[in-house]
């Protein structure tokens, strides 16, 4: 066998195997750069939402106007607390002044008060006292004032609703109302009072006009 038949042999040998060389050394460099390919970065996991503070005031005055630059309300405390998980707003030493666009003010106290982050609904705690200043509308018969005091009181302003699981005093100018528990709705103008509930009303004043008899003249 010549030299040119030995090497023509040779190729058609290695040109058989040659794909099958091609993909082995395909195979070990795809296997290689898997082995080497930098790790992919670890998702951090979530952290739950505490019931953390994440910002807090002291001794401040929020006050909220509408567009017409009226003024709405205002918030004063020894200390804001507001909680992120619940987006609320813890209150000590509360005092809050509501103004409805008519012109009615209600003024509410409490040692502790926990509201929404927009103030439509607030919890009262400890102390709890909300007051509705006597309203004079011109041609209109005055709105005496009205209270309420309770260690509890819901209060939702917009709504001007009023509810308590607990014992609740109700002061209507003259008159008071006692429970064990209160719904009121000014809206509807509902007052429901449960459990052992008793109240006190004072008659209303009567005026009327005396006219003196005749003097009985004589000559």
């Known amino acids: 066998m010549t030299l040119n038949e030995r090497m023509r042999r040779v190729w058609e040998i290695f040109s058989i195997y040659l794909p099958i060389l091609l993909m082995g050394l395909l195979a070990l460099g795809t296997w290689w750069l898997v082995r080497n390919a930098p790790k992919p970065l ?18 401040f005055s929020i006050k909220s106007f509408d567009a017409t630059g009226r003024l709405q309300s205002e918030i004063q405390g020894e200390t804001l607390k507001h909680f992120m ?108 009072m449960r459990g052992d509930v008793k109240g006190k009303m004072q008659p209303s004043r009567v005026t009327s006009t005396l006219t003196p008899a005749p003097r009985n003249n004589r000559p």
Do not use: C
Request: hydrophobic share 30%; aromatic share 8%; no cysteine.
């Open 42 to 59: 670890e998702q951090p996991q979530q952290r739950a939402v505490s019931h953390e503070p994440d910002y807090y005031m002291r001794d």
């Open 85 to 192: 998980d619940t987006d609320t707003l813890e209150i000590l030493k509360a005092r809050m002044r509501s103004i409805s666009p008519d012109g009615r003010v209600t003024l509410s106290t409490a040692n502790r008060a926990l509201s929404n982050s927009d103030g439509t609904e607030v919890q009262l705690f400890g102390d709890a006292v909300v007051t509705r200043e006597e309203f004079k509308k011109t041609g209109a018969k005055p709105v005496p004032p009205m209270q309420f005091k309770g260690e509890f009181l819901h209060v939702w302003p917009n709504e001007e609703r009023v509810k308590s699981h607990l014992p609740v005093t109700l002061t209507r100018g003259p008159d008071q109302f006692t429970g064990d528990a209160m719904d009121f709705d000014n809206y509807s103008q509902v007052l429901n």
